[in-house]
């Protein structure tokens, strides 16, 4: 693939991801995960290649998209219900070598006034230290948490987290049904 279709194809998957951050819960919840994936595929060509997950598994939604050789994955990792909503979302990006390689995540600051409706997204950032300390549900994730560290991944992203209380943090699968901190990683406070 070369370098215009790279492009073409992150900027497809850009704007459908943040379609997805600010209508992809209320869609899903009124029409279903199959009226999610016509619009993805009708306005964008993008394609969900997992059944998205809203309200069920660890996420509180989880999209994955991908296009051209590059997935992305758009989770809606915490969110405080007070004042309205306020949420925390991470999009992640893989791509394949022949569509130009390598690894990258954005994280999205969002509110809404009801849970299965719109959202209105308040920043995009590529760095967890700028986003996460300017949100409340983001503040609320626990770099002592071993479930939280393997659902962000952050040794991943070690540009995106770099400063932040998550860098070089990671974790996995215990397989009894938890998750342990590994590598180089230490679990924080010990």
């Known amino acids: 693939m070369d370098i215009t ?12 991801s943040e379609w997805l951050v600010r209508k992809g819960i209320a869609v899903f919840r009124k029409d279903g995960a199959a009226a999610v994936g016509k619009f993805l595929a009708a ?17 509180l939604a989880h999209f994955r998209t991908k296009f051209r050789g590059i997935k ?36 999205v600051l969002v509110k809404a006034g009801i849970l299965d409706g719109d959202r209105e997204i308040l920043s995009i ?12 549900a983001a503040a609320r994730l626990s770099a002592t948490d071993a479930r939280v560290v393997h ?14 209380r998550f860098e070089g943090l990671r974790s996995e699968a215990d397989g009894k049904g938890g998750y342990r901190f590994v590598g180089n990683a230490k679990e924080p406070g010990k």
């Open 72 to 107: 992305h994955q758009v989770i809606c990792v915490s969110r405080i219900e007070e004042a309205g909503i306020e949420e925390f979302w991470v999009i992640k990006e893989f791509a394949e070598e022949w569509a130009g390689g390598g690894e990258s995540c954005r994280f």
């Open 43 to 59: 306005e964008w060509g993008v394609q969900l290649w997992v059944a998205p997950k809203v309200g069920e598994g660890r996420a």
């Open 125 to 136: 950032s590529n760095s967890f230290g700028e986003a996460g300390g300017a949100n409340a």
């Open 151 to 164: 659902d962000l991944e952050p040794y991943r992203y070690s540009k995106e987290y770099a400063g932040s």
């Open 5 to 16: 279709e790279q492009k073409k194809a992150r900027q497809a998957l850009e704007e459908s």
